[in-house]
């Protein structure tokens, strides 16, 4: 198999159907049909996912996207099988006694409309996503390909390797949603190994970051208030403002505490209250995220973050929810597993050079499996695989130096090599 | 004629094309071609509205108004005499000498889909809405039933008549909008007497109320801010948060000083604000509402929203833009021209009883027509014409009494039979 | 006895010696020494009061007020009798059958320096306040002359009276904080007649006004809180910002919901918060007032006050308390009795004239007396007596024209006469 | 000399005298007496602080602490001289050509009441403060004594030294106050080496710190808001609400923007605002402080402080006024000075080891001296040297090894003898 010539060809397709979180039924449909043919056992819909830890996962949403893809010739068959939940989790044991080592990818997009500049080298090679509002601007559409490609090259390197390899297809990475109900399935519970990277962040071609640091744990709330209305002149008395509590909750949520230990952060990013100009307003949205240096931070600013929920929709005698509907925490790499990576990369061809910290500074529900994975003993190691873009992350313009693929495979199979030889 | 029956047909017709504020092409178009053919001189389009003045009108939605209208065969002529200004002013001079009497009927209809009750009088005689998500739930089909009936009433009776008869049919007074811009046209600076009614309110079938109480001067504004993005945790010191400027307006605005000469409202019903959970909010969008016992209090609970729009802006450095989409002013009638349609009203037939004051608290902008006319000398009078309701106003159930229109036909040419007989 | 003039002469010496509510022992000592003298049955201390309704009473300042009394040569058994709490409740049974009428005067002062304008007749004519920061500038040094001349009038005209005369001397007025007390003494239950009244305010010399208006049901709440200190920078997350909780608590405090059927206050007059600088801060301190039109009004404004109270230090996590330091109700005066105060009144020779209505806008706890005496089965009637002021009530230039006093005491001394005429 | 002995003797005298900053009377006088004898000469008053620099100097409290100390017998001939600005900068010029070293001394004291605890060393010792509410709880006694004991030095081993040496004693470093105003007066601008330093923070005996961390730029300010009264239920409309405008501002300042680039914290302290209950609030004061990791992010801090404050008191209507009443800068040292200092330490008997980095998390005004004396070329270095403590700073229990201020003798001593060897 040519996987050069593989890695971009499957990117490229990928890249035709970006599907958002939790609505990946045709990249799903795909991924299962290539593990199938190459003979991996797959976990698929309830089988991967702990039901009771899937976040931000909006049914109306699923079911537009379960339309599509059956609109687009995915079959009933698959489709059953993916259950409603998408992504996967791969299998494939070599009958030889060994480590279990697992490789986890990610498969969602973003929810930008793609770029039609001429210049954009999917419009050039048209190879432009065929979604409207959805675009692989993360790279996501890379990981997979990789991951895919990674699964083929177990296959026809199986008699060199010893133990059980695991191949992750996380859905809903984006919002940090996914990784929760995929660590809750407990397929990850023997895992002696997990590895895991992205392409491209700060790091540019030919560069691998063995320890990304700034990476925030976080968790993401949404938060619905209910009031009753009224006529603001005739019976004000009658109404229970849940605009009013909303902004006073914003102003309190903004001004909490941080904390002496290190950073914390807190956003609202998104608020929609009220019916209309002359009633007292019924109904209010808030989206939210607070992100912590540590755990222990980011669980310091929920705690708070509920509580002001909380007391104020007293305050305003209002009905409140608090849904958890993305969490992600920090990132503990193992130092022995980091070296392994770095002496692989160092051989690897398209990699140049190996940098041991860079600031990213954003947030990897990787951490939840990790953490999986570690509270059984296992050891982690999440890296970033450089690639050159042409606009940050989950701009419309965003593209990555194809490149970034091959580095990227070839340290997965690299470790693959070191950890489960045969 | 039979003025009766007419009056109900009529009003039957106009209720099927509900048309919200400055929408109303179908319904302009009908009263036009009414008055025409009655021999009327009609003042249309521009002709009518003082262009500055127009608030509240939003051109998208005009748009798609003159579309469905041009759909449904209006002729173009006729929508070019409109020139995307609907509403009109008609003027019958008798020749002779004598006073400018004004009368005025609004035209539009409210925002809600029309229950399908099957008890609904409408549903049981089938002349239900044919817009979807409009509804005339406020008797405003009635009113200009009244006024076209009283527009055959003069012609047929011109004879008897001397001086001049306007008539205002008024678009978008659902939100306090169109009177305004009537006003400042200038067409009503030459009146001696301006008159208006409201069916139905708090009074049932056969009351007529001459001084309705409770009526609030008022003004409408729209809130906009514009802030800029970055990214919350790793560029938070570039981003002008929009949404926490809202918020914090809105606790201001809620807080802000009331009156000691009497009772000053505000409410805020609506806000959006942000885009998506990870970016400091750029944009924010507020829709209030003040209210004041008199124009004093009004205009002071104006000032200070705009006051502390502009320095809590300037506070979280986002630009805002104020807008005035809707006003009306305090009502004050004129004691004897109240009692000319007290006396007048006690000999209508349908008409049982009339009473002095009635609370009602809402706002009219009737008020702007009538301080305008009020400037140049004349004398004015608002009243309420009793009429059986289903359910409140601007209710889907909302129904009428038909026969509050006979009240209301008869005290309108009593009127003209006094003040402009021959 | 020369009334006129003996009413002059003791409001002179009353207006020496000010002192402000819950402090009054010297006045107190000197109304009780008068009517021991008389032969009246005094009730004093703990026998007047209902001391689980005691509000707004501070330790310290009364035990300042004792020592302060005790120094000017008030006698140690008199304070004895007093025991800490002013004021008395003073009764004559004249023996034979008759209602029980009862009359009421405040005695307290208000916390502010005396002018030293010569032109200020106390200064001119030498009976300025002897108390720094204390000063007679509300009129009770005028109500309790009166009170005491009515004390000797009845004495010296028992032999035309029956029934049972009560003259309550009551503390604290102001910050409406001893009603709620002497009304809890159960002293008034079996009262038939409630009379009182007020000097000054919106009546010049020689009006009477029977039902005066705007006169506010109010609650005066104290908010203590209390949260935890620490480092702002190297320890943030274990403070508990009882500063911040508080100034959210006041933001939505003052945008709280008004009342559709009237008129609604609030006012937060003080706070206090923090310690310094650069501590967390651990205490907050708020005075505040709300006000409404009626009972129901006012307790609508107290519920969502302590709600909101309560909410807030629960998003905060913060402890709260919310002492009520004061209490009045509506006023609801007896037509009848009020009728007979007017008759009365235009007999009275410093009467000029009586009106029916006039607003004064401000609270008295004489409305828990009456409410007490209400649910009893009583009448009752609050009456203002007009008389020339120099300045607003409370200013430190208020004087009041002394022949008000003149046309009070005719006008209790006449209901006497009235209602318990032999 | 026995320095040994003579810095616990002198440490221990000055501890009975501690005055707060800008009040260091007593404390400066036994400090220009002792450099006067020793034949340095000291500029004093005017002469040694730039006075549009001055911060935070409360007039008031100056005057009582002149007061106190003439009472003490503080000569009038010193007490001019100081011309009511404490703190001296002292210079001895050996006559050889040679750089330019600076030492700084802060001499103030803290507003605690010291412990009556017999285990106190200073009540053990009969050392105890002789001040009320003042003490040395931040060994600021001890700086003193070891500047004054390396003033001694000097002129005993002149003959051993080239070039200039100037010791600084600083006002008023509690509060980041006095800094400024030396560094303004201009008498360190043509200094070569500064070097400063803090005795125990979170060093134990033995320990010195070359870079203490964490040490964080900061603004201290004053707000003070004017607005105007009024009767609340009578006339709230004439009043401006100047507690409601600083309780919004608070909200505001506590969730302004983080900087990405660092840590950025804010304290709101203390707020005092209102007069009384019911009246509209006319004054509030506020005492705030910014940090920052750096320079640049405390004014990112200062510049959104200010901005809150103007936007706010715009919205509101009140007047404001902010005053800039302390300021430190971020530490840089000079990693060559730095070496030298820990090649010095690591000789010195009392030190056992050098650690290069500590975080001590509060902040320093010797920054401000730093700044100046590196804006005109020089180089500077602040460190810490260890000292046991039995509670923290500013604690009532506070108090220090004294052994610690041997170390710091022998340091600057050293530095001395390196830096200004003949």
Chains 1, 2, 3, 4 share one sequence.
């Not at 909750?249 to 998104?270: D, F, P, Q, Y």
Request: hydrophobic share 35%; net charge negative; aromatic share 6%.
């Amino acid at each position: 198999m040519n996987y050069k010539k593989n890695l971009v060809t499957l990117r490229r397709e990928l890249h035709q159907i970006p599907e958002m979180g939790w609505g990946e039924f045709k990249t799903t449909a795909k991924i299962i049909s290539i593990l199938d043919n190459l003979g991996w056992k797959v976990y698929t819909g309830l089988q991967q996912v702990g039901i009771e830890r899937v976040m931000g996962r909006n049914i109306e949403f699923v079911e537009k996207s379960i339309k599509r893809a059956r609109e687009s010739g995915v079959s009933e068959e698959i489709l059953e099988r993916i259950q409603g939940y998408t992504g996967c989790i791969a299998e494939f044991d070599t009958g030889r006694e060994g480590p279990v080592t697992a490789l986890r990818f990610d498969i969602d997009c973003v929810g930008v409309e793609e770029t039609d500049s001429p210049e954009h080298l999917p419009n050039k090679e048209n190879f432009r996503s065929c979604h409207p509002e959805a675009m692989h601007s993360c790279g996501h559409d890379g990981h997979t390909s990789v991951g895919l490609n990674v699964a083929q090259w177990v296959i026809e390197n199986k008699e060199q390797l010893k133990g059980t390899i695991k191949l992750i297809f996380q859905p809903a990475e984006e919002g940090v949603r996914g990784g929760a109900a995929q660590a809750a399935s407990g397929l990850l519970d023997n895992v002696n190994y997990l590895l895991g990277a992205h392409l491209a962040m700060m790091c540019p071609t030919g560069e691998v970051c063995l320890y990304p640091t700034g990476l925030l744990s976080t968790t993401k709330l949404d938060v619905r208030l209910k009031g009753a209305p009224a006529h603001p002149t005739m019976s004000p008395h009658l109404g229970r403002n849940a605009l009013a509590c909303a902004c006073t909750t914003v102003s309190e949520l903004l001004g909490m505490a941080r904390h002496g230990k290190g950073l914390g952060c807190i956003n609202v990013g998104l608020m929609q209250a009220g019916e209309c100009r002359n009633v007292i307003p019924v109904h209010a949205t808030i989206q939210m995220e607070v992100r912590g240096e540590t755990d222990e931070i980011n669980n310091f600013m929920v705690e708070q973050a509920c509580r002001i929920v909380k007391g104020t929709a007293l305050a305003y005698d209002v009905a409140y929810e608090i849904e958890k509907v993305g969490e992600g925490g920090e990132l503990r790499n193992d130092p022995e597993l980091a070296q392994l990576v770095g002496e692989i990369a160092k051989d690897v061809p398209s990699c140049d050079h190996v940098v041991e910290r860079k600031k990213i500074g954003c947030s990897e529900d990787f951490t939840l499996l990790a953490s999986r994975v570690r509270a059984h003993g296992g050891k982690t190691e999440f890296f970033v695989v450089g690639a050159d873009r042409t606009a940050a992350h989950h701009q419309r313009e965003f593209d990555f130096d194809e490149k970034g693929m091959e580095t990227a495979f070839d340290i997965f199979t690299g470790c693959l090599l070191k950890l489960n030889k045969k």
